[in-house]
């Protein structure tokens, strides 16, 4: 699909890669955010973007952001928190929304339909994970829901006449982030910066991709993969341990302070303890990661103490 001279809706778009997505967009296309600013903020988007604060569980707020001049619906609304403390919530509405944009956008005609999914849908894989790797058994509801919406996007793509993309992430990096490993990590040492508390042994390891180059690889794979339904993995093609993660982050602040673990194998129950996905579909494709995982966490920790600090 050409991204270009488009209307496009942006759900979940005053979020972290939402809002990257919406400032890539916004120069050739017209783009319309629909997020209900629980998490986002509606400071970060362009000035050429315009906000409709909805609720994308609710059918009436989808009608009115959904219309029958929408070419495509990138879906990034989601509840994003693995750890999640209502985790039926999180499974439920994550899924309704889905559903609910799925049956507007059939009703209204809608051309593309590009969803955010997640590298949980695998579970504990043997890496590097492709995207035909089965079977797919994700450990925490987060990946439960996200394999579900899969689930529906498929059924959408294959029998209604929809063209779909799929997007497996790996851990987005980036400005603006919140809860993620890096800017807590930034928020301990501030407050102490002679001890850090990290979750588990250390020793998770996990592909970051930086949220500048997640927006390149999206809009990439939209514009070139043309199937019904199109499945890729973004990613790095190496991995960062957690206590690499504090290791930058502690160089990056000019600290030596000592680590304090919580113990176990994993930071809290559902995490997948290591991950790295196989990236040689997008690679084949013409799209290549431009740095490692390491220097992905390091360009977003530089760009979050100018925030944090």
């Given amino acids: 699909m ?3 001279d488009r209307t496009v809706v942006i759900t979940g778009g005053a979020g972290l890669i939402g809002s990257h997505l919406a400032a890539r967009l916004a120069p050739d296309n017209e783009v319309i955010v629909a997020d209900d600013l629980s998490k986002g903020d509606a400071d970060r988007l362009p000035d050429d973007a315009r906000l409709v604060v909805a609720d994308v569980t609710d059918p009436d707020d989808v009608a009115d952001v959904v219309t029958e001049d929408v070419d495509v619906i990138f879906h990034l609304a989601a509840y994003t928190d693995t750890n999640y403390a209502d985790p039926r919530q999180l499974f439920e509405e994550n899924t309704e929304m889905t559903y609910t944009l799925l049956e507007r956008a059939d009703e209204v005609g809608v051309d593309g339909f590009v969803f955010t999914s997640s590298s949980t849908v695998y579970g504990e894989a043997p890496r590097p994970t492709p995207e035909d790797y089965a079977p797919l058994e994700p450990i925490s509801e987060y ?3 996200k394999l579900a919406d899969e689930g529906l996007v498929s059924t959408y793509a294959h029998s209604y006449d929809l063209q779909a993309w799929t997007f497996r992430f790996a851990n987005i990096v980036g400005p603006h982030q919140r809860g993620n490993v890096v800017p807590d990590f930034i928020e301990k040492l501030l407050d ?8 588990g042994d250390g020793r998770q ?5 930086h949220v500048e180059d997640c927006v390149d690889a999206i809009c990439h794979v939209v514009t070139h993969a043309d199937a019904p339904l199109n499945t890729y993995n973004l990613g ?3 991995t960062t341990s957690v206590n690499r993660i504090a290791d930058i982050v502690s160089d990056e602040m000019g600290l030596d302070p000592d680590y304090e673990y919580t113990g176990g194998d994993r930071g809290w129950t559902g995490d997948v303890p290591k991950m790295r996905l196989s990236v040689e579909k997008l690679s084949a494709l013409g799209w290549e990661p431009p740095e490692s995982s390491d220097d992905a966490v390091r360009r977003a920790a530089r760009q979050l103490l100018d925030e944090l600090a």
Avoid: F, Q
Wanted: no cysteine; charged share 25%.
């Fill in 2 to 4: 050409d991204l270009t």
């Fill in 143 to 145: 990946g439960a829901s």
């Fill in 192 to 199: 102490n910066p002679d001890s850090l508390t990290i979750l």
């Fill in 205 to 209: 390891e996990k592909s970051y991709l």
């Fill in 236 to 238: 790095s093609r190496t």
